[in-house]
């Protein structure tokens, strides 16, 4: 049912402090500020309009754990719940990308579902295509909690989470469950893969192509990760001798499903343009571009948590290095980007740039769930751009 409407665009505001926690899980800048409020246009942003402020008195992980154990307990129930008032994307935002039909050209991240848990309930929030994990071949706690850290005031999230997850044996059973019951959802679903913490880099390869090969035929698309802070040495493999031995195995190991290989927006122009000419020389369907940053140059107070920061903060960074890989791709690899994208602006930026798609993640803890659907709408009143796009792409 999508016929119950709220009045579009209420704003409601949150409470004035949002935390009792130390800084050690909610991190403030001097100019202290509550978050954004929430602009309420569906039932979900409505009910995350009154859950958020409990949420946030919870720490980042904690909220993340609960949030996604809900989900997960019953995935087509919320799914439900949100498409009330949130319809599907209209099919004039549909779109083509390595080599896939995206219903619009909006992606959820990797990062926030790392075992598939919740994969019927992320079309409903419009997504037009979708990206679980990262998931690594042995499974992994990741590293000691507190390891997310949220400044509110800036919109911004660092976490160190160390790609904790339940391992590419346990996703591959997910993912063929969802098949089998007939739970697979009509857009594309991707899974990023990244090397486990205990596999020596130069066994990266192999370890990557494990989880490839027991994940073949149950993804649409695969991503390599070769560039989250978060591992120790992980980021060494986007050096060009460690890329021409993994790309090439990865693209085979993969069996025809598109692959792409995510960067990090601390590379160096010329580790850049490396990556993306062996991306295209080793027959790669796409580069996100790109993960998380180290810097913090974004941030008005550097907090003194280590890890990647992703959020507000990170788009100028991220927009730079964007346009250094569009520019090194030159049309010949599709491109999708991401880092601290929020608005419906920032998006057709991207996509006037010339990137095939962009992808969300941290702006929907501070903008709300409904977020993808409100950015379709605006889409939506840019048509002639957004064709110029297409057509540009």
């Known amino acids: 049912m999508r016929s119950a409407q709220l009045p579009p665009f209420i704003l409601l505001r949150p409470l004035p402090r949002l935390s009792r926690l130390g800084a050690s899980e909610q991190l403030q800048s001097p100019e202290t500020a509550a978050p954004a409020p929430v602009i309420i246009s569906s039932v979900i942003d409505f009910g995350y309009s009154l859950l958020r402020p409990l949420l946030f008195r919870l720490g980042a992980d904690r909220a993340h754990d609960f949030m996604l154990g809900s989900l997960a307990r019953a995935p087509r129930f919320w799914a439900r719940m949100a498409s009330v008032g949130s319809p599907a994307p209209a099919p004039e935002l549909a779109c083509r990308a390595f080599g896939l039909k995206l219903a619009s050209p909006i992606g959820l991240a990797a990062g926030l579902d790392k075992n598939a848990v919740a994969i019927p309930f992320w079309p409903a929030l419009g997504f ?77 390869t192999q370890d990557y192509t494990t989880s490839l090969e027991r994940l073949q035929g149950l993804a649409d698309y695969f991503v390599i990760n070769v560039s989250s802070p978060n591992t120790p040495g992980l980021r060494e493999l986007q050096d060009q001798k460690h890329l021409e031995q993994l790309l090439p195995a990865a693209v085979q190991a993969a069996c025809g499903t598109p692959v792409l290989l995510k960067l990090a927006p601390d590379l160096g122009d010329e580790a850049l343009l490396s990556a993306v000419e062996l991306s295209i020389e080793h027959g790669m369907a796409g580069v996100i571009a790109t993960n998380t940053t180290i810097s913090r140059d974004g941030l008005r107070r550097d907090p003194g948590e280590t890890g990647g920061m992703s959020g507000r903060p990170l788009w100028p960074l991220a927009r730079k290095r964007i346009e250094k890989v569009l520019e090194a791709a030159s049309g010949r690899l599709p491109v999708v980007g991401v880092g601290g994208v929020h608005t419906a602006q920032q998006v057709l930026e991207l996509l006037e740039a010339g990137c095939c798609a962009v992808q969300l993640y941290t702006a929907l803890i501070f903008e709300g769930p409904g977020l993808p659907a409100r950015i379709e709408r605006e889409l939506m009143g840019e048509l002639e751009r957004l064709r110029a796009c297409v057509a540009q792409n």
């Open 128 to 204: 037009g295509f979708v990206e679980v994990g990262t998931v690594t071949a042995h499974a992994q706690p990741g590293n000691p909690k507190p390891r997310m850290f949220r400044i509110p005031s800036e919109g911004a999230l660092i976490n160190r989470a160390g790609f904790n997850n339940a391992g590419s044996a346990v996703l591959a059973e997910n993912l063929r469950r969802l098949h089998s019951s007939g739970q697979w959802p009509k857009i594309p679903v991707g899974v990023n893969v990244g090397k486990s913490k205990i596999t020596p880099i130069e066994e990266a």
